[in-house]
């Protein structure tokens, strides 16, 4: 039975292949479980990792939660259907606590493997919804959870020729929505080089070229 109350059933026959990762940008998880279990919201997720590490279950994994919004990812909307939602008990500016960070490598493997998800359809709610959201934001340890084979992050060091077109054509391979430049760019940034400032770089072009060529693999 579902805690929250904010949800439906999925949509055209649609079943989970992707994760999204959400911050509640809430002051405290308590606050964060009247959120996303009021129906005036309308707003939910299927997990909610507190700082401690426990996971508390919002709804259940075959229904529909309310949690991503417009967007869209590999050229297909209605995400909310497509998906597994897990918030984060985070304000959006501190680091995230190591037990939530135990929590959330302790709760991915059973969702993936229940799916058969990929590690590249762990993603977070800015690249879905680039302009519009930024988390699990800059503080997020994408690369750790790669390690862990939960994710994708980048092997390779070396810069490629500035492509500007080869750049987006790789990085809308790889999932990216057809967004403008400077958000696209800011998307990936906050994916794969948070903190890197400036235009578009030859840096940029080689991750992009190869996280599109691995998810091609």
């Known amino acids: 039975m579902s805690l929250s109350p904010n949800f439906g059933p999925r949509r055209d026959g649609l079943r989970p292949e992707l994760v999204v990762i959400h911050y509640t940008a809430m002051p405290d998880c308590?606050?964060?479980?009247?959120?996303?279990?009021?129906?005036?919201?309308?707003v939910s997720a299927h997990y909610l990792i507190r700082r401690d590490g426990q996971v508390v279950a919002l709804v259940e994994e075959g229904a529909r939660a309310w949690h991503a919004g417009a967007g869209e990812w590999r050229g297909r909307g209605d995400v909310n259907s497509r998906s597994i939602g897990i918030e984060l008990?985070?304000?959006?500016?501190?680091?995230f606590a190591a037990p939530m960070?135990?929590?959330?490598?302790g709760l991915l493997p059973g969702v993936l493997a229940r799916w058969s998800i990929r590690p590249e359809g762990v993603i977070g709610h800015s690249c879905m919804a680039p302009g519009r959201k930024i988390d699990p934001g800059p503080r997020f340890d994408w690369e750790r959870l790669a390690r862990g084979g939960l994710a994708l992050w980048p092997e390779g060091r070396a810069a490629s020729p500035l492509d500007p077109a080869r750049f987006r054509a790789d990085a809308l391979a790889y999932g990216f929505p057809d967004v403008e430049e400077a958000l696209l760019l800011a998307a990936?940034?906050?994916?794969?080089?948070?903190?890197?400032?400036?235009?578009?770089?030859g840096r940029d072009c080689a991750i992009m070229?190869?996280?599109?060529?691995?998810?091609?693999?």
């Open 30 to 42: 308590e606050v964060a479980i009247r959120a996303l279990c009021d129906p005036a919201r309308e």
């Open 89 to 95: 008990d985070n304000d959006g500016a501190s680091p």
């Open 101 to 105: 960070m135990d929590g959330l490598e």
């Open 188 to 201: 990936f940034r906050l994916r794969f080089r948070h903190g890197r400032k400036g235009p578009l770089d």
């Open 209 to 217: 070229a190869e996280m599109a060529a691995r998810i091609g693999a």
